[in-house]
């Protein structure tokens, strides 16, 4: 009797420990360059309608995340990546790093934001803009005129007073600096920013810090992210946003499924999700445009950007990214600021 009781609470333990781990949330390693006050966001949202779910972050500019997605794509450690510039997107799928899929409510999102190639693989979730994040109670201060053109930031007044992030470690500079080229031409493209490196103060490893920089006054202009400046300026900064003259760079911000993922199940979840009505609700609460067509919002003191918008040729600027970076940084790098 005694021994068939000790097989029954062995048995029932077993069942106990089965249904625990059968319980257990399936967690995906998530790559991201979100800005980090929206991921607590992001995560809870997804994770409140699948709770058999978990997200773990792993956060960094969109540069230096890149980078490691592609030195890791013999051994992809990443499940999913859900934040990244279309431009680094593209790059990804060429290198065998994306996985093809076609995610469920496909049909809502913008055509012009979703990968344009074959075996799609990447998809908009919101889109990202540059503008000129101009401090104006310094140049009154200072006696500096409002530049309404790229051009007008060459004039030696601003000598030392703009800063504008790397483009080798933010998606923000990188989108920029190929706006420039591909308006502006190669030669041109390059020549243009060779004379306005006389007036950068400093390259930045953010996207947002230039605009920060300029909000707090450090600078008197900052070429980032307009989404940063309405922020600030609505927090009560100085700033006016400045869409130049020559049309402004804009990317953007995918979600992909890594190839190889042993989670295929709840990656493809989490991208589904990623481009539900409910997921872009919460992006247009920080972002101007988003992806699902049925979602539209204002944000106070964000600037016409898509009155604006350069031509971006995205698959161009992932093969063309190495080069221009290159080169990008033997000319310009020893300005950039200390990495932490």
């Not at 890149?66 to 279309?86: F, H, I, M, Q, S």
């Not at 930031?153 to 504008?164: A, C, H, N, R, T």
Request: charged share 20%; net charge neutral.
């Amino acid at each position: 009797m005694k021994k068939s009781l000790t097989v029954l609470a062995l048995a029932a333990t077993s069942l106990i420990s089965s249904a625990v781990m059968a319980a257990k949330p399936v967690e995906l390693t998530v790559y991201t360059a979100f800005e980090t006050d929206l991921l607590a966001r992001y995560k809870n949202a997804f994770e409140k309608e699948n709770p058999d779910i978990r997200i773990s972050w792993v956060r960094d500019s969109t540069g230096i995340m890149t980078a490691k997605l592609l030195a890791e794509k013999d051994n992809n450690r990443a499940d999913v990546v859900w934040g990244l510039a279309g431009s680094s997107m593209a790059l990804l799928k060429n290198e065998g790093v994306l996985a093809a899929y076609t995610p469920k409510g496909l049909k809502d999102i913008k055509t012009e934001l979703n990968d344009p190639e074959k075996n799609q693989a990447w998809f908009g979730n919101q889109a990202f803009f540059n503008a000129v994040c101009f401090n104006e109670a310094v140049a009154k201060a200072q006696n500096l005129p409002k530049p309404t053109s790229w051009e007008d930031l060459l004039d030696p007044v601003y000598q030392g007073k703009i800063s504008m992030p790397n483009p080798a470690s933010s998606g923000t500079g990188f989108m920029q600096v190929s706006a420039w080229l591909q308006s502006k031409g190669e030669k041109q493209g390059w020549d243009y920013m060779t004379r306005l490196h006389n007036n950068i103060a400093q390259y930045t490893h953010s996207g947002s810090k230039p605009c920060v920089q300029a909000a707090m006054g450090e600078v008197a202009i900052g070429i980032s992210q307009a989404i940063r400046g309405a922020q600030l300026k609505n927090q009560g900064a100085p700033l006016d946003l400045i869409l130049p003259e020559g049309g402004i760079g804009w990317d953007v911000e995918s979600v992909g499924l890594v190839s190889g993922t042993a989670k295929k199940e709840a990656a493809q979840r989490l991208v589904d999700w990623s481009l539900t009505l409910k997921a872009n609700q919460q992006y247009i609460e920080a972002y101007a445009v988003v992806g699902h067509k049925a979602v539209t919002g204002e944000v106070p003191n964000y600037p016409d950007v898509e009155s604006s918008m350069v031509s971006m040729d995205f698959n161009a600027m992932a093969t063309g990214r190495k080069k221009v970076l290159k080169e990008w940084s033997e000319r310009f790098d020893y300005k950039s600021e200390p990495k932490s």
